[in-house]
C-alpha cells in the first residue's frame, strides 16, 4: 500500500507498506485474519533530492520498493536505517543497486547492530528458515556522522529513544513537515515487538513514544502498521498504554497464556497476535 502526502513548504513524504507473515507462528488461539505483520518505509523528498527511511524484508518486497522510489523521479541521497532488525535493513543492498550514489546510514550503534542478523543463529536460523529464499544478500549501513541529514535545507533530526522493542532504537524527526518517522518506536494497532524487552525497558519505551508525540507532529509513522489505517499522533499515546497494560497484566498473571488472553481481550483486533505470543513467553519464561 502507498500514501503520498504533499506539502507547500518544497518537501513532502510518502509512505509505503509491505506485508508478510509473522516471525512467531506457535499461537495458542488467535484471530486468523490479523496473523500478519507490515512493515512502513518513508520516503521524504524535495524538488530534486530524497531520502528513504527503512527498507523491507524480502527480495521480492524491496524489488517493489525500488519500483515505488524510481516512481518520484528523484535523486535519493540516503537510505536511514532506523535501528538493527535485520526486516528494516535487509534491502540496503537492492536500494544501492538500483540507486548507487546513495548511501545507506544509520547511527553508530545501528551500524554495530545490524551485523547481528547475519550470524547463523539468526540469519540462517531464524530468518532463512521462516522466509526460505526470501531474505536479500546483506550490505550493511555506515555510521552516519551527524545527528541529521540535510535534505535540500530541510532538516532530517535524528532522535535517540534508547532501548524500545531493541536496543539502540531511533526516529526522525522533520520539523518543516511536523512529522515523525518513528521506526519501531510506536506501533500502529499492531502488537509490539516485546521479547527484547524487560518491564523496566517497556516503561523506558513507554516514555520515548511519548516524548515522539510530545514533539506535537502532525503525523507519526510507525515502523509496524495497518496499512488502512492513518499515521495518527495519538498512536504514540497508544503505544503507551499498551506497554504499561502489558506490564501491569504481566505483574498480575502466573503463566504466559493467561498474559496473552487477558492482553488479547484489550487489544482484539490489533494485527499479528504472534508478537502478542512472542513477547507473553519471554515475559514468563
Known amino acids: 500500500m502507498e500514501k503520498n502526502i504533499k506539502q507547500s513548504i518544497g518537501l513532502s513524504y510518502a509512505v ?32 530534486h533530492d530524497a531520502v528513504l527511511v ?20 528523484r535523486k535519493l541521497t540516503h537510505i536511514y536505517i532506523t535501528h538493527g532488525h535485520g526486516d528494516h535493513w535487509f534491502g540496503i543492498g537492492q536500494i544501492l543497486k538500483a540507486f548507487p550514489e546513495a548511501v545507506a546510514v544509520g547511527t553508530e550503534a545501528t551500524v554495530a547492530d545490524a551485523p547481528i542478523n547475519d550470524q547463523p543463529a539468526w540469519r540462517e536460523n531464524f530468518w532463512e528458515k521462516l522466509f526460505p529464499g526470501e531474505i536479500p544478500t546483506s550490505v550493511y549501513p555506515v555510521i552516519l556522522k551527524d545527528g541529521f541529514i540535510d535534505l535540500e535545507g530541510h532538516r532530517l533530526e535524528i532522535v535517540d529513544t534508547g532501548h524500545t522493542d531493541t536496543a539502540h532504537s531511533t526516529s526522525l524527526w522533520v520539523q518543516d513537515l511536523r512529522l515523525v518517522v518513528a521506526g519501531d518506536v510506536v506501533y500502529n494497532h499492531t502488537h509490539p515487538f516485546t521479547m527484547e524487552s524487560t518491564t523496566e525497558s517497556r516503561e ?46 504481566e505483574a498480575e498473571t502466573s503463566t504466559p497464556l493467561e498474559l496473552y488472553n487477558r492482553m488479547l ?19 514468563k519464561y
Do not use: C, M
Not at 26 to 44: C, F, K, R, Y
Not at 54 to 73: A, M
Not at 205 to 230: C, F, M, T, Y
Open 16 to 47: 509505503k507498506t509491505a506485508t508478510r507473515k509473522g516471525v512467531t507462528r506457535d499461537l495458542p488461539h488467535g484471530p486468523e485474519d490479523l496473523q500478519w505483520v507490515a512493515n512502513s518505509a518513508t520516503l521524504i523528498y524535495g524538488e
Open 265 to 283: 481481550e484489550l487489544y482484539p483486533r490489533w494485527a499479528n497476535p504472534g508478537s502478542l505470543w512472542g513477547g507473553a513467553k519471554a515475559a
Open 204 to 249: 523506558h519505551w513507554a516514555k520515548a513514544a511519548e516524548r515522539l508525540g510530545a514533539l506535537n507532529p502532525i503525523a507519526v509513522i510507525s515502523g509496524h502498521k495497518q496499512p488502512d489505517l492513518p499515521d495518527d499522533p495519538e498512536t504514540a499515546t497508544l503505544t503507551a498504554k499498551y506497554l504499561r497494560d502489558f506490564n501491569r497484566i
Open 54 to 73: 527503512d527498507t523491507f524484508t524480502s527480495i521480492s518486497q524491496n524489488d517493489e520498493l525500488v519500483s515505488w522510489v524510481k516512481s518520484f523521479n
